[in-house]
């Protein structure tokens, strides 16, 4: 992927989805996370999809949620072994892993494991970035 085709990862418009699809799409593509709103909504603006590039899979997730939580117990139906590498590529958000607490803005960007428990932060303000899905034994290898 070039980066200057990362403008078309940004549309004009974004949909209003349903938000049990918006969540189910985010657990096909992510593995198990938690999406949560303090106001009950029904829809969320944004999208949760799946790509390839220089074959690695890449998500894009945008949406105008208050957090997305993944715990403990998702990591063990998970059983995922990857690292994730976040691009910012619209408004912010925060993580806290192990910990530590982050906060992104567009054109920032971090290595999330998710082998541990998160919590992205949105406070209802639209968000959206790429995850670019890393196996975590090509990152710890020797090569």
């Known amino acids: 992927m070039h980066l200057a085709s990362l403008g078309e ?37 944004g999208g949760a999809m799946r790509f390839d590039a220089g074959g690695l899979a890449v998500a894009q997730v945008a949406n105008d949620l208050d957090l997305i939580h993944r715990d403990p117990a998702d990591i063990r139906v998970d ?7 976040l691009l910012q590529l619209q408004g912010s958000c925060g993580i806290e892993q192990s910990g530590r607490q982050q906060q992104l803005h567009p054109g920032d960007c971090i290595l999330v494991d998710a082998a ?3 919590t992205f932060h949105f406070d209802g303000a639209f968000s959206n970035h790429l995850s670019v899905h890393l196996p975590r034994q090509f990152l710890l290898s020797e090569r």
């Open 79 to 85: 059983q995922c072994d990857n690292l994730f590498l």
């Open 116 to 118: 541990r428990p998160s």
């Open 9 to 45: 990862r940004i549309p004009a418009q974004w949909p209003a989805l349903d938000f049990d699809a918006w969540a189910d799409d985010l657990t096909a593509i992510c593995g198990r996370f938690h999406p949560l709103r303090r106001e009950r909504r029904d829809r969320v603006r």
